[in-house]
């Protein structure tokens, strides 16, 4: 097997670029919010962010295991965004914004079913 191929190319970059670091960010943060998994997920990146350097070098020790088994063509880049603190604080200000967008919608339709309840009892 080569291990020159695909596998090198990947370990190659060291800096992910801001626009790609962006995109991934934006699409972690709404899959925790889709997920309703906000919480949670602040709170393990809280715990996790002092650590975020040793949390992405065990990805790295992990990466043959984990793309044997899976199909992960963004975990490289994941790794980098995550290895730096910056990123991990990133992340969960979006996760937090996301979190209270989907709340106020969740409120606003909350709010609106009772106003159409109080309507239909005027009638």
Excluded: C, W
């Amino acid at each position: 097997m080569d291990f020159r191929g695909s596998q090198s190319s990947h370990f190659e970059e060291f800096e992910l670029p801001d626009e790609r670091r962006d995109e991934l960010v934006e699409k972690i943060a709404r899959a925790v919010v889709d997920r309703n998994l906000a919480a949670p997920a602040i709170f393990f990146l809280e715990t996790m962010k002092p650590l975020s350097f040793v949390g992405s070098q065990v990805m790295v020790f992990f990466d043959p295991i984990v793309r044997s088994i899976f199909d992960f063509g963004q975990y490289n880049e994941v790794r980098l965004a995550l290895e730096h603190r910056e990123n991990v604080e990133l992340l969960l200000r979006k996760i937090e914004a996301y979190d209270a967008d989907f709340r106020r919608g969740l409120k606003e339709k909350k709010q609106e079913r009772r106003e159409r309840k109080r309507a239909r009892r005027g009638k």
